[in-house]
């Protein structure tokens, strides 16, 4: 049974910085990609970051590029995201999820709530 394990999701204003982590009770962590997606009342499900089972490979969504920046712990099966400039545009569901076969991601965490106020 895969569990993935949201934290470090609050209230912020714009313009500051939240850590989110997500711990995984996963045997295969240190070779399963990772991602983070997020989700807004009214709108579908979107990809935010991924990360590739070694860490040296991220990739990121344009919204986020150069202020969300996602790493890798494989000693804590855990995996984070730091969010830095945030904006309210910022404000969701932040959800963690696992690529355990290679071909999507198909575990998903419960979520953390992110709110920026502007």
């Known amino acids: 049974q895969v569990q993935l394990v949201e934290s470090g999701g609050g209230l912020v204003q714009a313009g500051g910085s939240l850590r989110l982590s997500c711990a995984a009770s996963l045997l295969t962590f240190s070779t399963t990609a990772m991602g983070w997606f997020r989700q807004t009342p009214g709108k579908e499900r979107e990809f935010v970051a991924a990360?590739?089972?070694?860490?040296?490979?991220?990739y990121y969504a344009d919204s986020v590029k150069g202020r969300f920046t996602i790493s890798r712990d494989n000693t804590k099966n855990t995996v984070y995201l730091q969010l830095d400039s945030l904006k309210p545009e910022d404000t969701g569901v932040y959800y963690c999820?696992?690529?355990?076969?290679?071909?999507?991601?198909?575990?998903w965490g419960q979520g953390t709530q992110v709110t920026v106020s502007s």
């Open positions: 990360i590739n089972w070694s860490g040296r490979g991220t």
């Open positions: 999820s696992a690529d355990t076969d290679g071909g999507a991601f198909d575990y």
